[in-house]
T-cell receptor
Framework: ETGVTQSPTHLIKTRGQQVTLRCSSQ?????VSWYQQALGQGPQFIFQ???????GRGNFPPRFSGLQFPNYSSELNVNALELDDSALYLC???????????FGSGTRLTVV | GQSLEQPSEVTAVEGAIVQINCTYQ??????LSWYQQHDGGAPTFLSY????GLEETGRFSSFLSRSDSYGYLLLQELQMKDSASYFC?????????????FGKGTKLSVIP
């Protein structure tokens, strides 16, 4: 498997609900990062995982959490959804010796 | 805090050359990357500069001056398909991890 795959592509949730977004990357890409991108803005760093441990976090509240699994898949969980959480959520992965990230196509989350 | 500055919009003629500048103020600077994103698409890695100087990849070149906290992306022989948003992104090091932080992006419009 090559590249980064995200699911679902689109999602509509109600304020206050919880959501789980998924990402699958290729073998050897053991660093995975999640980003939130609002329309017309640059991606904002949420957090990063390396070998299943979080090793970096951006300015996002604790209701944004994640997991990385041994099979190079990962999850982004968001609790207590707010209207402002509506955005494109991007997953990006890279191997240890390379600083070029491969991005997935993203999940478009709409909170109503 | 961290800041990256790049022009919000640039327009150039097909076949011409365009330069997109990026200045940054960060702590823990490790390197500078550039990403391209078409409307509705995922960011795509273009280049990475860890050392001062010019890196060339086909029609695209990227430059870094660490002493000036400045870099640029140079696009030659512009094509219509180059119309996209271009993001400079710094790689920051700290606590044993490397994180990618994006600027707000430059929207490039290539006109006939």
């Amino acid at each position: 498997e090559t590249g980064v795959t995200q699911s679902p592509t689109h999602l509509i949730k109600t304020r206050g609900q919880q959501v789980t977004l998924r990402c699958s990357s290729q073998s050897g890409h053991n660093t995975v990062s999640w980003y939130q991108q609002a329309l017309g803005q640059g991606p904002q760093f949420i957090f990063q995982y390396y070998r299943e441990e979080e090793n970096g976090r951006g300015n996002f509240p604790p209701r944004f959490s994640g997991l990385q699994f041994p099979n190079y898949s990962s999850e982004l969980n968001v609790n207590a959804l707010e209207l402002d959480d509506s955005a494109l959520y991007l997953c990006a992965a890279r191997p240890a010796a390379n600083y070029g990230y491969t991005f997935g196509s993203g999940t478009r989350l709409t909170v109503v | 805090g961290q800041s990256l500055e790049q022009p919000s919009e640039v327009t150039a003629v097909e076949g011409a050359i365009v330069q997109i500048n990026c200045t940054y103020q960060t702590s823990g600077f490790y390197g500078l990357s550039w990403y391209q994103q078409h409307d509705g698409g995922a960011p795509t890695f273009l280049s990475y500069n860890a050392l001062d100087g010019l890196e060339e990849t086909g029609r695209f070149s990227s430059f870094l001056s660490r002493s000036d906290s400045y870099g640029y992306l140079l696009l030659q022989e512009l094509q219509m398909k180059d119309s996209a948003s271009y993001f400079c992104a710094v790689i920051l090091s700290g606590a044993g991890s490397y994180q990618l932080t994006f600027g707000k992006g430059t929207k490039l419009s290539v006109i006939p």
